[in-house]
Structures are given as structure tokens and as C-alpha cells.
């Protein structure tokens, strides 16, 4: 059982930086690969990007390429996101998720654990 608990959200202005951490419980999260997914309003949750349980592989959604960075410590248990550049469509609800494997995947449903969510607000 893992549980996940992000942090890090808030308002910030168009062009600002934030960095999320996604907290997680448990002795085997390096075990972990973790996807970064956001929700907007009225609008699907979307793959944003994602790493490796050893975190020597990360890929990002086209949309954040070159303005989002996944890192992770595994001896701290935590993932972060490195937001830079934002903008006011990636205002959303961001969540880390976890699955049982060695690289991360797209679809949400492949994801065995979630966090609540920390809601990004990027004002114009």
C-alpha cells in the first residue's frame, strides 16, 4: 500500500515558476514509477509526464516539454515538479500517481495509487 500526498500548489502569475512534491508513504516506493497528471475544469485528466522507479528516465507531455522537469529521492520518498515558464492553461489540479513498474505510462487507469490533488492557479 502506498499512499501519496502532493504539495507545492498555489497562485503564481503568468511566466512564474512553482515546484510540486508528491510525499509518499511506505518502504518500497522505489519500486514506484510515478505519473504527474492535471485536470482543468470540465476537462479530462491529462498525462503531464513521468518517471522511472530509479528515476534515470522521465518523459513529458508535449504540452510542458522544455518547461517541466520530474525529478525524484527516493531516500526522501518524494517526486517533484519543477513548473517554470507557466502559463494560464496549465492552471489545473495537479496529481501524482504510482504504479508498480519499472517506467511510467500515459493512461491514468494504469495507476494503482493517487494522491488528492493541489490545485495550480497561473493568473495572466
Known amino acids: 500500500q502506498v499512499q501519496l500526498v502532493e504539495s507545492g500548489g498555489g497562485l503564481v502569475q503568468s511566466g512564474g515558476s512553482l515546484r510540486l512534491s508528491c510525499a509518499a508513504s511506505?518502504?518500497?516506493?522505489?519500486?514506484?514509477?510515478v505519473g504527474w497528471f492535471r485536470q482543468a475544469p470540465g476537462k479530462e485528466r491529462e498525462f503531464v509526464g513521468g518517471?522511472?522507479?530509479?528515476?534515470?528516465?522521465?518523459f513529458y507531455a508535449d504540452s510542458v516539454k522544455g518547461r517541466f522537469t520530474i525529478s525524484r529521492d527516493n531516500a526522501k520518498n518524494t517526486v517533484y515538479l519543477q513548473m517554470d515558464s507557466l502559463k494560464p492553461e496549465d492552471t489545473a489540479v495537479y496529481y501524482c500517481?504510482?504504479?508498480?513498474?519499472?517506467?511510467?505510462?500515459?493512461?491514468?487507469?494504469?495507476?494503482?495509487?493517487w494522491g488528492q490533488g493541489t490545485q495550480v492557479t497561473v493568473s495572466s
Open positions: 500517481a504510482a504504479r508498480r513498474a519499472v517506467l511510467p505510462l500515459i493512461g491514468p487507469n494504469e495507476y494503482d495509487y
Open positions: 511506505g518502504r518500497t516506493f522505489s519500486s514506484y514509477a
Open positions: 518517471i522511472s522507479r530509479s528515476g534515470d528516465t522521465t
